[in-house]
């Protein structure tokens, strides 16, 4: 059976090896795994994972990987401190690390965006965007199908999808009111309206991001020394 003539049926198989942990592991978000919070995977991939645990997960389930380029951590924390004038620093504009990741598997297309890391790691996951053709199928049944995956969801909504729902790693706690967006969230559904394909996005939360720039942050300090203050 061709695998996306039936786009449903990739997407169950998809599923299905979303409940295969990746090389190592890799890390739910900042605050790290605790018990009885959700798995929350794509394909394998996991928000932390760095390139070679990413780049592993996918091939070895048979998909096509390519991956763009991006700042390195070393370039990151030059060009921050560039932007300060620190130590006549100049502006490094040429990409020498990982920005983003793409996949390919028949008509399944998966996504995924890196920060930089510290060396030897070659970033690591931030976001990752699945999709692929599901003709005939409601997004009541495209949902239903995550549900059988990830459980019942948090939020019956996803933000930015004409029709989805809402998986947060830490339940409904931080998937409803203030807490929303500051665990990793997984979103899935029918993204446009009237039609389309389905699409999931497994984002890291602002808590997971602001870890990442405190960091960068401390890495300038450390590097940039008092060329970096103000003399007040």
Known sequence: MSRMKNGLAAVAVLLVACGQPGPNGGTADAKGPVAGERKLDLAGLTIGMDLPQ??????????????????????????????????????????????????????????ANFHSAPSPKLGKVSEVRYSAPAPGHTPEQMIAGLARRYGAPDRSDAPGFASGATWCVGGAACAGGRGFGTRTVLMGGQASAGGGGITIRLAEGTDAFNAWRAELKKAEAAVGGASGRPSY
Request: charged share 35%.
């Open 54 to 111: 990413a780049t592993s997960a996918l091939k070895s389930a048979g998909w096509e990987v390519e991956t763009g380029k991006g700042y390195t951590w070393e370039q990151e924390v030059n060009n921050e401190l560039s932007l300060q004038n620190a130590g006549g620093r100049k502006f490094d504009d040429r990409m020498k690390g990982v920005g983003m990741l793409t996949a390919r598997k028949g008509d399944e297309r998966i996504e």
